[in-house]
Structure formats: C-alpha cells, structure tokens
C-alpha cells in the first residue's frame, strides 16, 4: 500500500476540517490542521507536510497569505466557496497548486489531491476556462515567447489539469515523450515544478 499523503488542513470553520477528516480515506494522513493563516504557515514549517489543503477566507491573512509563504515547501490547494476569477487567478499568481470548490465530490477532490501531490495542477472543471481565458488576454500583450509552438501546446493542456498519459493521447505521443516536453518546458523557464507553470502562464501570458 503506498504511503499515506503527510496532509495539513487550514479552514477556520472545525466541521469542515472534520468532515474533509472523516473523507478523506486511508491514502491520507493528516499531521497539522489551523483554523487561521498563521496557524497554518507555523503548521506547516513545523511539520513539513506533502500536500496543504487550505481555504481561501480565513482570519489573520487569508490563503492568499499561506501561499505566499509556503508554495516552496509543499503544494497547497485552495479549497473554497468562491468560484470569482480574481479569487482563482489571485491564487495562481501567488503559487498555489490548485483551487478546487468545496462542492466538488469528495471522489474527485481525493483525486485531485493526490494529483496536486504528485506535482500536477488541479482546477474544478469550472473554473480552469478562467485561467486559460486570461492566457489568452495576456497573451496579446507578450513581446517575447520563449516556447515552441508544441510547448505552447503543451502549456495549455498542462493548465487544463492533464495528466501525461492524458497529453500522450491527445498529442499522439507517448507519455514519456509528454513529460519530456513538460520537463524542456521547465527548464527552458527555470522552473522547478509542473504546478508553477500554471503560475508562469498568468504571469507572462503564455496560452
């Protein structure tokens, strides 16, 4: 059985962190929880954790906050009620690893916590139109495009949460050769994780 996910939740209503508790199952092991965001940055330096599932809204700094101080030590997930652009894409900016709505099945945020540990960014189907729809805007006032066509390609089918095995069959490539491709892409931008190209994306308005 492969080791259970080192987990902190952060959300300042206890039925929440409870219930995501009671959820969650056995590939999961949560080690911290802090119902505000510095309890959540102490948390998490202390603990070092392998995944921080965090709310948006919450007292002394909100997730904004708990981003910006701990995406290089852990991938963190926002998990909110806010479907706003400017939520997500304040989000993205920041470093975060995915946001994710609380109405979401818990089958499918399970598996998109999983993937957020695994380096992948994870969006609510819902919301990952937003984050491209500002590629695209900001892609008009790019003077300078350091990717290939292809890793473009890629870039956008990365923001869109797939998976390599996903980007081989809709690339007709083999999944290797699709994280070849991202790993190129990472380099070419010196960036260290797959999640940060989402943030990279925003930034420099790559589609």
Known sequence: MPTPLRTVLADDHELVRSGLRAELGDGFEVVGEADDA????DVITARRPDLVVCDLHMPRGGGLAVVQRCATICPIVILTVSEAERDLLDAVAAGAAGYLVKSA?????RDAFRAAAAGEPVFSPSLAALV???FRR??????VNPLTERE???LQLVARGRTYKELG???GISPKTAENHVRNILGKLHLS???DLVRYAVEHGLD
Request: net charge negative; hydrophobic share 50%.
């Open 38 to 41: 510095e309890g959540a940055i």
């Open 138 to 143: 900001l892609a008009k006032a790019a003077d």
């Open 152 to 154: 473009r390609e890629v």
């Open 193 to 195: 994780r797959r999640s």
């Open 169 to 171: 069959v809709l690339l």
């Open 105 to 109: 099945p818990i089958g499918e945020l």
């Open 132 to 134: 491209l729809g500002e």
